[in-house]
């Protein structure tokens, strides 16, 4: 079982439209959850991070958190062709095992949105 | 204020040969990490540094070491480059260590070997 699963998608949806993207993670010593976006040829840029359970909300973007369910989910409201990118699911377990918080990625979702 | 910064954006090298790639952190950042992506998968973790300590290793061969300059900035070298060596290498930054630090990524370098 990979540590941080993501639906490589790709995953289309129109103009105005909610995507949801979901991600889930086996190691449930996991402490901070971070959902990145990718444009083609270009680095990763952050575009949420969640610590606790329940939602967080940042404009058109939410993140849903689920401990108990190992589950991590993005929301994007009025989805914008802009938008249309990878998105990188990334969990940090912290101080464990030797380890002092690197981050775990999945292999990201492709959305594309069409106007 | 500036992101982090990398160099070279590309670079072309053939089996065998080494590489040396650079990385400066967000000012004030302590932090470095290193991470290669590979096409279609998402960045998978080589080494993280911090006051000039490693304090964390991904599992790659030994060829690949890095090391971190007192000003923060850090190198990451890959010693008896593979064709498989070929990606884009991803340098990030963060204030401090922790799991609740956000790592800001530089834009990279993207390494072909031939």
């Known amino acids: 079982q990979k540590e941080v699963e993501q639906n490589s998608g790709p995953l289309s949806v129109p103009e105005g439209a909610i995507a949801s993207l979901n991600c889930t993670y086996s190691?449930?010593?996991?402490?901070?959850f971070f959902w990145y976006r990718q444009y083609s040829g270009k680095s990763p840029e952050l575009i949420m991070s969640?610590?606790?359970?329940g939602d967080k909300e940042d404009g058109r973007f939410t993140a849903q958190l689920n401990k108990a369910s190992q589950y991590v989910s993005l929301l994007i409201r009025d989805s914008q062709p802009s938008d249309s990118a990878t998105y990188l699911c990334?969990?940090?377990?912290?101080?464990?095992?030797?380890?002092?918080?690197?981050?775990?990625f999945g292999k990201g979702t492709k959305l594309s949105v069409k106007p | 204020d500036a992101g982090v910064t990398q160099s070279p954006t590309h670079l072309i090298k053939t089996r065998g040969q080494h590489v040396t790639l650079r990385c400066s952190p967000i000012?004030?950042?302590?932090?470095v990490s290193w991470y290669q992506q590979v096409l279609g998968q998402g960045p998978q973790f080589i080494f993280q540094?911090?006051?000039?300590?490693?304090?964390g290793r991904g599992n790659f061969p030994d060829r690949f070491s890095a090391r971190q300059f007192p000003n923060y900035s850090s190198e990451l070298n890959v010693n008896a480059l593979l064709l498989g060596d070929s990606a884009l290498y991803l340098c990030?930054?963060?204030?401090?260590?922790?799991?609740?630090?956000?790592?800001?990524f530089g834009p990279g370098t993207r390494l072909l070997v031939l």
């Open positions: 990030a930054s963060s204030l401090h260590l922790g799991a609740q630090e956000t790592q800001y």
């Open positions: 190691d449930r010593v996991s402490q901070s």
């Open positions: 969640i610590y606790s359970n």
């Open positions: 990334a969990v940090n377990r912290g101080n464990y095992g030797g380890s002092q918080g690197n981050l775990i």
């Open positions: 000012s004030g950042h302590k932090s």
């Open positions: 540094y911090y006051e000039k300590e490693e304090r």
